[in-house]
């Protein structure tokens, strides 16, 4: 046995450069229980080698963080009693211009409260969106799901939201995993590759079993070490960092374990064709040329996180919403241009999202503060376009702190996607427990198609090293505290 050694400083290899040197690999904690942990199996190679068939569903998650302040997004134009409280809560920053021609353009440089693009005569988008408003139009895949948040703590906290909506829960075991990262463990077994970040390591991915790799690039993808001395060096390295309470066996098997699949990834990236990137490294344009890249190569992957920042909108709002939905057109205008007309088109869904939205009322910033209810959109294959959900009352009296209150549980959003993707809503109850009544989470009814088929009574479903997974059930009681995402 070699004798203990404390890691020198000119080894090269620290946490942070060994995550980013992974390329943010989340390797699934099952490592631990490999006879050597530098054996990762035959199971590995083969799903990297396969292909995902067409016909598969893909879900591509684009998350705006900050906040995104849907009242200037899906805008209420001619919505009786709502219009007028609209417009006398924001005198400064309210949308007041409306266009109904087709096909709608991008608005006038510099103009940004531009006109609105007319939906469906009582809500429009803001008007720079036309993408998702002339594809409401004239492909009909565009889905808005109104009133979406949460009433069980109503955190105003970026970092509690978020925490509470990677992991889809609001307390017990639920929150050390992922949403996303639980429907892998479940649906994609014997799967080496489970999800795809385009945003570096991500807790919606988070799982027990299914591995997930970030790939902000594709020709900058691999492992990078440098100045690594030998195996010996190595593993005291790797023995030192990590938590406390793991044994260095386990540290070592699971950090051998990110580097082999960050590998055989990095392998398969530089043999998939690169379509147009449409936009510097990383804009959404460019992380959704990645996911478009990776879809239309098949592999064989079902989960993809975006992310656009910016929509923290506590001053100048006008001019800082403009522009980050301007970005937001952009990539969904160019994701879209590269998989249209190809065989994946009807098996690729974009779902947009925030952590929660702005309040009703503008502040004398010429902007808003953080508020509660937001929106959901959908767009893409399977989705029947229309409005959902219950759009939030904007009367005094029914505001919490001026922020309108939620009609529908994210959760239900997350559960209507999940049942894309599987196909089984008994699938999608393991996956994410249930509400705090003990209920499972309503489809919203947004794609096309008869109700997916149940698993067989007594089932049980299996993780990617065939151990079966106990259905989650969320522990709410008395407990409720912010699972915080350390950032590395």
């Known amino acids: 046995m070699r004798p203990p050694t404390r890691p020198s400083t000119d080894a090269g290899l620290t946490r942070r450069s060994f995550l980013r040197g992974v390329g943010g690999v989340l390797a699934a904690g099952a490592a631990a229980r490999c006879l050597d942990p530098f054996v990762l199996g035959a199971a590995a190679e083969e799903s990297f080698g396969a292909t995902l068939p067409v016909g598969t569903p893909v879900l591509v998650l684009v998350e705006l963080t900050g906040g995104c302040d849907i009242l200037n997004t899906v805008v209420p134009f001619g919505v009786p009693t709502t219009t007028g409280l609209y417009r006398s809560a924001r005198p400064g920053i309210g949308l007041t211009q409306l266009t109904t021609t087709r096909p709608y353009g991008l608005p006038t440089p510099g103009d940004y409260s531009p006109p609105c693009l007319d939906l469906d005569g009582q809500w429009a988008l803001h008007g720079a969106l036309p993408f998702l408003a002339n594809r409401w139009h004239d492909v009909g895949d565009v889905a808005l799901v109104q009133g979406t948040s949460e009433n069980v703590v109503r955190d105003m906290s970026h970092f509690a939201a978020w925490a509470f909506r990677w992991a889809g829960a609001f307390g017990g075991t639920l929150m050390s995993t992922g949403w996303l990262g639980r429907y892998n463990d479940l649906a994609n077994t014997g799967q080496a590759l489970g999800a795809v970040s385009l945003t570096g390591a991500h807790q919606a991915l988070a799982s027990l079993h299914a591995p997930s790799v970030a790939i902000a690039d594709l020709d900058g993808f691999g492992f990078q070490a440098q100045n690594v001395p030998d ?10 960092f990590g938590d406390p309470a793991s044994t260095a066996v386990h540290k070592v098997g699971v950090a051998s374990r990110a580097l082999a699949l960050a590998d055989q990834a990095a392998t398969v990236a530089a043999g998939v064709p690169r379509l147009a990137a449409g936009g510097s490294s990383g804009s959404l344009p460019h992380q959704l040329s990645t996911a478009a890249s990776l879809i239309q190569a098949g592999i064989p992957c079902q989960t993809y996180v975006a992310s656009l920042g910016g929509f923290d909108t506590h001053g100048s709002e006008p001019y800082n919403l403009w522009e980050r939905l301007t970005e937001l057109n952009a990539g969904l205008a160019h994701f879209f241009s590269l998989l249209d007309g190809t065989p994946r088109a009807a098996d690729v869904f974009v779902l947009i999202h925030s952590e929660f939205g702005r309040q009703v009322g503008q502040n004398a910033g010429q ?6 209810a937001s929106g959901t959109i959908f767009v893409g294959g399977g989705v029947r376009g229309g409005r959902y959900g219950e759009a939030p009352s904007l009367a005094v009296a029914d505001r919490d702190s001026d922020a309108m209150v939620a009609t529908v549980d994210f959760r239900s959003v997350y559960a ?44 049980q479903a299996r993780g990617a090293d065939g151990v079966s997974i106990p259905p989650a059930r969320p522990d709410v009681a008395g407990d409720l505290r912010p699972y915080v995402v350390a950032q590395v």
């Open 231 to 240: 195996r010996d060096r190595f593993l005291d390295d790797v023995g030192a």
């Open 367 to 372: 902007g808003t503060d953080h508020g509660q």
């Open 416 to 459: 209507t996607a999940l049942n894309r993707l599987g196909g089984d809503p008994n699938l999608t109850d393991e996956a994410q427990g249930r509400d705090e009544s003990g209920q499972p989470f309503a489809d919203l009814g947004v794609f096309a198609g008869p109700p997916a088929a149940g698993l067989p009574e007594g089932a």
